[in-house]
């Protein structure tokens, strides 16, 4: 659900080792064609996508709120209960031709099994002739990155805020053994309240020991996936050390310069010119999540999420009461109404000409 990124991010073909406006398209699927594409499913009733499809006619389509590389979201309402929802849309052709194919599914299938308060739920998936749909909760918050251009610079409190419950949310993952290797601002939303909602689980992987795949934003990657030598649920670790050194000081450790072609250089060197802002004991917990190798780094070790979960950096810090979101949000999004989509930048509606996808596209989704 993330909008527009100065940041470019890096993805290679996955390797090997988821309610209720007007009709989404003027071109409605066929009869016979819905017939024969639900004799091909293999886990999706005809019933059970006839029940899918009256769901999405219910929803009356507002305005986009994020455009990505593959993909688009939408707010739109149920206009029998009047809830919002968030309405991820991909052209099926279009994932195709980018050859993102296997990270869509896999955002469908971590997401249709995941449950957690800092993370974005998923309610069901959809395909027409032209898109895949995943039907998730609305965050009329925005998106951390938004907030962090506008103040510059947070302070120890307020960063530790967001990199708690992002902790939690990776402490669930992980023991799950997935992994979500996209750690950024521009994919941290903020609730209504200001609690954190992690977005975007398109590079999201389900890893046993270690997988090979290529993708992230450059400022946020870690070594290993520089050196191409396979990585794990170590990477995300790395991540949260960039992210909470960006809240700190308004730049990314290796990007200083805000050029990426320096990037992979300075953080195979472990070259950081670290700003008088982040004081000593900080410096230690981050200079722990940095660590090159990632078998030593701070997070990798028997105790997991524990190992950062103790560190002096989260002393006052009560677990059980971030998990049960009684901090207190160091930033509260002003809304109007639970649709409100101010807090998100505006962009071209120009979604519903997508190409119709072949008979062979389609059925690369036939689950969907």
């Excluded at 993805?11 to 309610?19: E, M, P, V």
């Excluded at 029940?51 to 149920?78: C, F, M, P, W």
């Excluded at 994932?95 to 296997?102: D, M």
């Excluded at 898109?131 to 009329?140: E, S």
Aim: with cysteine.
């Amino acid at each position: 659900m993330t909008s527009k990124s100065p940041r470019h991010v890096l993805s290679s073909s996955a390797s090997s080792d988821t309610t209720e406006s007007p009709t989404l398209s003027n071109h409605a699927t066929n009869e016979n064609d819905t017939i024969l594409i639900a004799k091909k499913l293999s886990s999706i009733t005809l019933e059970e996508r006839e029940e899918r499809q009256q769901a999405l006619d219910h929803l009356e389509i507002l305005k986009t709120v994020g455009t990505g590389s593959y993909g688009r979201v939408l707010v739109a309402r149920n206009r029998e209960t009047s809830i919002y929802y968030a309405l991820k849309i991909f052209s099926i052709t279009h994932v195709v031709q980018s050859r993102q194919v296997e990270h869509v599914k896999n955002e469908k299938e971590i997401l249709s099994g995941i449950k957690h308060p800092f993370i974005i739920r998923l309610h069901w998936t959809h395909h027409s002739e032209q898109f895949l749909y995943m039907l998730l909760d609305y965050i009329p918050g925005g998106e951390l990155f938004t907030y962090m251009r506008k103040r510059g610079t947070f302070d120890l409190k307020s960063s530790l805020f967001y990199v708690s419950e992002i902790t939690l949310a990776f402490e669930y993952l992980h023991s799950l053994q997935i992994v979500y290797r996209d750690l950024k601002p521009e994919n941290i939303l903020l609730d209504a309240e200001g609690h954190v909602k992690l977005v975007d689980f398109g590079f999201a992987k389900k890893i046993l020991n270690k997988t090979f795949t290529t993708c992230g934003t450059p400022d946020y990657l870690s070594p290993e996936l520089f050196k191409g030598t396979g990585h794990n649920k170590s990477t995300d670790w790395w991540s949260l050390g960039i992210l909470l050194f960006e809240m700190l000081s308004g730049s990314t450790p290796f990007n200083p310069n805000q050029n990426e072609s320096e990037i992979p250089t300075r953080v195979l060197a472990g070259r950081i010119s670290w700003p008088r802002i982040i004081e000593e004991s900080t410096k230690a917990f981050i200079k722990k999540l940095l660590i090159q190798n990632p078998e030593k780094r701070l997070g990798s070790g028997k105790h997991g999420s524990r190992e950062v979960k103790d560190q002096p950096v989260f002393s006052i810090i009560k677990w059980d009461d971030v998990y049960a979101r009684k901090l207190k949000p160091p930033i509260v999004p002003t809304l109007e109404h639970p649709g409100d989509t101010s807090c998100f930048d505006q962009y071209k509606e120009d979604w519903r000409s997508a190409a119709f996808a072949s008979d062979r596209e389609l059925d690369l989704f036939a689950d969907f």
